[in-house]
């Protein structure tokens, strides 16, 4: 099964199985989520000549192993909850939690929209890419997070995901490109040779050179 060098490596496999999908589509958006997923988004931009932006989410963590997600926020008022596990939780740690993640979510806003303006969606195609997925929280809750803005059509772009949960993703976008989805399936990070953080200031960086091109 393919692992990749790094995230652009990445990148560079998912614009070649998403190519195809936009061959007849004219007015497109690529749209990153922060961080990781902002790295492979821009490769994915410079490959086949689109602009970039972001939708942002993040991710509530269980309080008993902050990695699993039982949910994600997003932009505005999107929410996506783990019905089994967030049952599990006192509904004032999860209101707290929730609340907590709103507010990193406004200030990673703050800081994205300092460099990058805002991109219009309505009646575009959205192309939404991560790094990976896991369990699909993040890219579920920036997927409602984008149905207020009323795009033409959504398409989830990601490198790596299992088997079953992009099964599980398949309703939630209209189009889903997904090249590797290992059976054997533990973490993101194994299907790469390299996965560190990606910083703010990378992330800033890359969306900044878009504003400049007027993009």
């Avoid at 690529?30 to 993040?58: K, Q, S």
Wanted: aromatic content about 4%.
């Amino acid at each position: 099964m393919m692992r990749f060098r790094d995230r652009r490596d990445a990148g560079e496999k998912l614009a070649e199985a998403v190519a195809p999908k936009l061959q007849e589509v004219s007015d497109v958006l690529i749209l990153g989520i922060p961080r990781g997923g902002v790295v492979v988004g821009d490769v994915l931009a410079e490959r086949l000549g689109l602009p970039l932006d972001v939708v942002a989410v993040e991710k509530v963590g269980a309080p008993w192993n902050p990695e699993l997600a039982i949910g994600a926020v997003g932009e505005g008022d999107a929410l996506w909850l783990d019905e089994s596990l967030s049952s599990m939780l006192g509904p004032g740690w999860l209101e707290e939690a929730i609340e907590r993640e709103r507010c990193e979510l406004e200030a990673k806003l703050e800081n994205i929209r300092a460099v990058r303006s805002r991109q219009p969606i309505e009646g575009r195609t959205v192309v939404v890419v991560d790094d990976g997925i896991a369990t699909g929280s993040t890219v579920r809750a920036a997927l409602l997070a984008l149905r207020g803005a009323r795009p033409a059509a959504c398409i989830l772009a990601v490198p790596v995901g299992p088997p079953e949960t992009i099964v599980d993703l398949a309703g939630v976008a209209d189009s889903l490109v997904c090249p590797v989805q290992p059976a054997a399936f533990y973490a993101v990070g194994q299907w790469y040779a390299t996965f560190g953080q990606v910083s703010t200031p990378e992330v800033l960086a890359i969306l900044e050179r878009y504003e400049g091109d007027g993009s």
